[in-house]
């Protein structure tokens, strides 16, 4: 008696690696650089993949702040600024997903969201004149140091 099977197909590696994976659009509390939201919007759009527009801010310590919800109040412009990547992607039918993490240590968080989320690209796109030297050097070196996937930085 034969036995059928079913012949087995192999995918591409890199296929296998990106399929699902969202393009991660990041920034630590400042507006967005215009060429990195350009490429975030560009490889979720030529990609189909969702894009996901995180702002990780510090969370400071003050315990009254945070019981009395004054911890969450940005700027408007800041508030703007941010959110023009998502309404700016949904008009061009990319499904968005907007998230805000507030940490003591957002450089940690910004790596532990990645490695939660799974994207297929990182593009950290802050404004480089908003954002100190030294916060962009720590975040870019982390990101480039323990991301599984591709990393864009804002030149």
């Known amino acids: 008696m034969t036995e059928l099977r079913k012949p087995s197909v192999r995918e591409p590696l890199e296929d296998r690696a990106t ?11 400042v507006p967005f650089d215009p060429d990195g939201l350009s490429f975030a919007l560009d490889a979720a759009v030529e990609s189909g993949r969702p894009l996901v527009v995180a702002n990780v801010v510090r969370l400071e310590p ?6 009395l919800g004054f911890d969450r109040l940005e700027p408007p412009a800041l508030a703007d600024a941010l959110i023009e990547p998502a309404r700016l992607a ?8 907007r998230l805000r993490v507030r940490s003591p240590r957002p450089v940690s968080a910004l790596v532990e969201l990645v490695d939660e989320i799974g994207p297929g690209i990182v593009v950290f796109g802050p404004d480089r004149e908003r954002l100190s030297r030294r916060l ?8 480039s140091e323990h991301a599984p996937c591709l990393v864009w930085l804002a030149s």
């Open 136 to 143: 962009y050097r720590k975040a870019a070196a982390k990101l």
């Open 62 to 67: 003050l315990p009254m702040s945070v019981l």
């Open 90 to 97: 949904h008009s061009l039918g990319v499904e968005v997903e």
């Open 19 to 29: 399929r699902g994976r969202p393009v991660l659009l990041a920034t630590l509390g």
